[in-house]
């Protein structure tokens, strides 16, 4: 029997790479470039683990794998992300995750993530600049953050308006209209106490919802 894996990345080539790699080991039967693809091909296929970048487009994996779980759909979840903060982290253990890998590691360190999730038990990338128990400890004493106090639906729509779309677009993209866009939005900002959309931004860098742009340099 072959475990079958589900991998979440925006980024072709790697999703492209870790199929290849992957594929050797196991059945890669699904690939989502965006957090409500995951959602709805985690869904469809209810894969042993899913792979997943955290800063996705539209929706970020975090949010979606909290939607699977009440979906009822059980995949272990594996975060391979180039971002190593301890925050997020903490944040993606409390979400559930079985695993966290920053996108350096050895594709050895990724295969042993996906094996440890598969025997029921967490892993954290070698290097990481704090220990696997002080994150699980840290997980379960910290209390919910502020994003949590939103509802699903208005954390789409600051994640949304985080990546810079239109509230003609974030309707487009959550079949609402217009105008119940923008009253998840006023509400979601009268929750968290920021007044424009530059607050808003900053906001959900802050809580991991998107990530920083990576400056390009000049050659």
Same mark, same amino acid.
């Given at each position: 029997?072959? *475990?079958?894996?589900? !991998?979440? #990345?925006?980024? /072709?080539?790697?999703?492209? @790479?870790?199929?290849?790699?992957? =594929?050797?080991? *196991?059945?890669?039967?699904?690939?989502?470039?965006?957090?409500?693809? %995951?959602?709805? !091909?985690?869904?469809?296929?209810?894969?042993?683990?899913? +792979?997943?970048?955290?800063?996705?487009?539209?929706?970020?994996?975090?949010?979606?794998?909290?939607?699977?779980?009440?979906? @009822?759909?059980? =995949?272990?979840?594996?975060?391979?992300?180039?971002?190593?903060?301890?925050?997020?982290?903490?944040?993606?253990?409390?979400?559930?995750?079985?695993? *966290?890998?920053? &996108?350096?590691?050895?594709?050895?360190?990724?295969?042993?993530?996906?094996?440890?999730?598969?025997?029921? /038990?967490? $892993? !954290? =990338?070698?290097?990481?600049?704090? #220990?696997?128990?002080?994150?699980? =400890?840290?997980?379960?004493? /910290?209390?919910?953050? #502020?994003?949590?106090?939103?509802?699903?639906?208005?954390?789409? +729509? %600051?994640?949304?308006?985080?990546?810079?779309?239109?509230?003609?677009?974030?309707?487009?993209?959550?079949?609402?209209?217009?105008?119940?866009?923008?009253?998840?939005? $006023?509400?979601?900002?009268?929750? %968290?106490?920021?007044?424009?959309?530059?607050?808003?931004?900053? *906001?959900?860098?802050?809580?991991? !919802?998107?990530?920083?742009?990576? %400056? &390009?340099?000049?050659?």
């Amino acid at each position: 029997m072959r *475990y079958r894996i589900l !991998l979440a #990345d925006d980024q /072709r080539i790697v999703t492209e @790479g870790l199929t290849t790699i992957l =594929s050797q080991h *196991y059945d890669v039967v699904a690939t989502a470039k965006n957090g409500h693809e %995951l959602v709805f !091909l985690a869904k469809e296929w209810n894969p042993d683990v899913i +792979v997943a970048e955290i800063a996705m487009p539209q929706l970020n994996s975090l949010d979606a794998l909290r939607m699977l779980r009440k979906a @009822g759909v059980k =995949s272990k979840f594996v975060v391979l992300t180039m971002h190593r903060d301890v925050s997020l982290a903490i944040e993606a253990f409390r979400a559930g995750v079985s695993g *966290y890998v920053v &996108k350096l590691a050895s594709k050895d360190e990724v295969i042993a993530a996906i094996e440890s999730a598969l025997h029921g /038990r967490t $892993y !954290l =990338s070698s290097g990481f600049p704090v #220990d696997l128990i002080s994150i699980l =400890s840290e997980a379960i004493r /910290r209390p919910s953050g #502020d994003g949590l106090k939103l509802t699903r639906r208005q954390r789409e +729509v %600051l994640q949304l308006v985080a990546e810079g779309k239109t509230m003609k677009e974030v309707a487009t993209v959550l079949s609402i209209s217009t105008r119940t866009a923008e009253s998840y939005k $006023y509400e979601a900002m009268r929750v %968290l106490g920021v007044h424009n959309n530059a607050e808003l931004v900053h *906001y959900a860098i802050r809580i991991g !919802l998107i990530m920083v742009p990576q %400056l &390009k340099t000049a050659a």
